[in-house]
């Protein structure tokens, strides 16, 4: 009779030890796979597919998967080290995930078709002409460079460093301007925060509005 119930607890075990040996730190069992993990952790805020509908949330579809990844990565603090970029939200959705998980979902993303951001409601002609101006040409006066040089002339960017960057959110893309302006995002390299202190907020507005018409 021993035996039998010891034979018993090894079966109920063995069915619960996938379960346990998946688990995360928060006590939840981590999704088996990178379409999982899209349509579980990341679809509230970037959709299944990574086309965010929120404006204030960047599209992640078609982006670079080097360029996801190390982002994923900054966000991750660690027990020996604060998050690179600072993010209390994706900090906690990354928290989980390991480097594998976070690569798996970087090449998920970049296969995925873009659908561009609608226009900005609040960006007329001239405001759109002024960022493709500042886009594609810069602004000598104030030692302004050209945004086509890091992120191509049609926004494609130039992977891993520089990230795509057409039809997306034009509320996304100023803010992450002035979180370089401001100093609080310095994960990346420091070009950003160089170029974005000799930008006016009208210019850095124009440049969103123009960013996020570019297909």
């Known amino acids: 009779m021993k035996m039998i119930k010891n034979t018993a607890m090894l079966v109920v075990l063995a069915l619960f030890t996938p379960a346990i040996s998946a688990e995360t730190t928060d006590g939840l069992a981590a999704p088996a796979t990178v379409e999982e993990t899209a349509s579980g952790i990341c ?50 959705m990354v928290a989980a995930l390991s480097q594998d998980d976070m690569k798996k979902l970087g090449e998920y993303y970049a296969k995925q078709k873009t659908n561009p951001s609608q226009i900005a409601s609040d960006a007329d002609e001239k405001i759109i002409e002024r960022g493709k101006i500042l886009y594609h040409g810069g602004n000598i006066a104030d030692g302004v460079p050209a945004c086509a040089s890091c992120h191509g002339p049609n926004g494609s960017g130039i992977p891993p460093r520089y990230p795509a960057v057409a039809g997306q959110h034009a509320e996304y893309t100023l803010t992450q301007l002035n979180l370089f302006n401001t100093g609080d995002r310095g994960n990346d390299n420091q070009v950003m925060q160089k170029v974005l202190t000799r930008m006016s907020g009208q210019d850095k507005r124009a440049v969103s509005a123009y960013i996020s018409t570019m297909r």
């Open 43 to 92: 679809a509230g805020c970037h959709s299944a597919d990574g086309n965010s509908v929120i404006p204030m949330n960047p599209i992640l579809a078609g982006q670079h998967a080097e360029y996801i990844t190390k982002q994923l990565i900054d966000f991750k603090a660690t027990e020996s080290a604060p998050a690179k970029r600072n993010s209390p939200v994706m900090s906690s």
